[in-house]
């Protein structure tokens, strides 16, 4: 089914980067440059670690059995920059009953992370590029296919499509419920087979999403942007690092301690910023 985008004059209009911005991210650590192209950071609560996907070499969705997962302390000490191999070009990632879903271009790749074994696959045969994945409280399979202009649900194992006719479409957040989608420089609500804006004009290819706990999100812009958006569209840039060609892709983000990590893509490294 095509996508039905729902635009809000009266919300779009006028929006533009609040002259006072309330939040900003402040410089913690780096880690060492050993990460090979870090397209993905996720945190994992319950193990407190970092997970970076690596997609390793110069194109990105290529199907050559280079990409792999590296782990990554909370402290930025690298635990092990290629931890889990046999992977194509892995990009976003979430967790559900314990086990670790990577994006891998057509495929759903699962890991038990305290073992670093891959339990299982759900091939996508579909599929040109998958990107990024969230699931929600029942455990269905949210994934976006950036090359092929889709959302995908997988309910039960089995994979169909919700939206079609994208454009681009990257970051997928189910939060409280909702499904929100990053899709050419907008961001979403998800609903049914409609995708409504909530705000417009984040440059930089939209890449990565994260809820704050008060309210909003931290959207990351592969190019290097990265901003604050809140329901009402009200958007705050955080980071520009477009000049220097410093790319944050999809990012990580520890809601308690209210810290950002920031994988920067051609850079292989990661960064970590307090949100303040």
Same mark, same amino acid.
């Given at each position: 089914?095509?996508?039905?985008?729902?635009?809000?004059? $009266?919300?779009?209009?006028?929006?533009?980067?609040?002259?006072?911005?309330?939040?900003?991210?402040?410089?913690?650590?780096?880690?060492?440059?050993?990460?090979?192209?870090?397209?993905?950071?996720?945190?994992?609560?319950? @193990?407190?670690?970092?997970?970076?996907? @690596?997609?390793?070499?110069?194109?990105?969705?290529?199907?050559?059995?280079?990409?792999?997962?590296?782990?990554? %302390? $909370?402290?930025?000490?690298?635990? +092990?920059?290629?931890?889990?191999?046999?992977?194509? +070009?892995?990009? %976003?990632?979430?967790? *559900?009953?314990?086990?670790?879903?990577?994006?891998?271009?057509?495929?759903?790749?699962?890991?038990?992370?305290?073992?670093? /074994?891959?339990?299982?696959?759900?091939?996508?045969?579909? +599929?040109? %590029?998958? @990107?990024?994945?969230?699931?929600?409280?029942?455990?269905?399979?949210?994934?976006?296919?950036?090359?092929?202009?889709?959302? *995908?649900?997988?309910?039960?194992?089995?994979?169909?499509? $919700?939206?079609?006719? $994208?454009?681009?479409?990257?970051?997928?957040?189910?939060?409280?419920?909702?499904?929100?989608?990053? @899709?050419?420089?907008?961001?979403?609500?998800?609903?049914?087979?409609?995708?409504?804006? /909530?705000?417009?004009?984040?440059?930089?290819?939209?890449?990565?999403?994260?809820?704050?706990?008060?309210?909003?999100?931290?959207?990351?812009?592969?190019?290097?942007?990265? *901003?604050?958006?809140?329901?009402?569209?009200?958007?705050?840039?955080?980071?520009?690092?477009?000049?220097?060609?410093?790319?944050?892709?999809?990012? %990580? *983000?520890?809601?308690?301690?209210?810290?950002?990590?920031?994988?920067?893509?051609?850079?292989?490294?990661?960064? +970590?910023?307090?949100?303040?």
């Amino acid at each position: 089914m095509k996508i039905k985008i729902l635009s809000f004059c $009266l919300l779009v209009l006028g929006i533009s980067l609040s002259s006072q911005a309330q939040h900003s991210l402040s410089k913690k650590w780096e880690s060492e440059a050993r990460f090979k192209v870090p397209e993905s950071v996720f945190f994992d609560k319950t @193990n407190q670690v970092l997970y970076v996907t @690596n997609i390793d070499g110069t194109d990105p969705w290529a199907k050559d059995g280079a990409g792999s997962l590296g782990k990554l %302390g $909370l402290d930025g000490h690298i635990i +092990a920059a290629e931890w889990i191999g046999g992977l194509n +070009a892995p990009k %976003g990632m979430a967790m *559900y009953d314990g086990m670790l879903y990577i994006a891998d271009l057509d495929q759903i790749v699962i890991v038990d992370p305290s073992t670093g /074994i891959e339990v299982s696959r759900i091939t996508i045969a579909t +599929a040109d %590029g998958l @990107n990024d994945v969230s699931i929600d409280e029942q455990g269905v399979i949210f994934v976006t296919d950036s090359k092929g202009g889709k959302l *995908y649900r997988i309910k039960n194992g089995a994979p169909s499509v $919700l939206l079609d006719g $994208l454009k681009g479409p990257n970051g997928v957040l189910c939060h409280k419920g909702q499904v929100y989608l990053l @899709n050419d420089g907008g961001l979403y609500k998800v609903e049914g087979d409609e995708a409504k804006l /909530i705000v417009d004009g984040l440059e930089g290819f939209t890449d990565g999403i994260e809820p704050v706990k008060e309210g909003g999100f931290i959207v990351s812009c592969w190019a290097g942007v990265i *901003y604050f958006v809140d329901l009402t569209g009200k958007k705050e840039l955080l980071i520009d690092g477009r000049q220097g060609k410093i790319n944050s892709a999809d990012i %990580g *983000y520890d809601p308690e301690k209210r810290i950002v990590y920031v994988p920067t893509f051609w850079k292989n490294s990661v960064v +970590a910023y307090e949100l303040k």
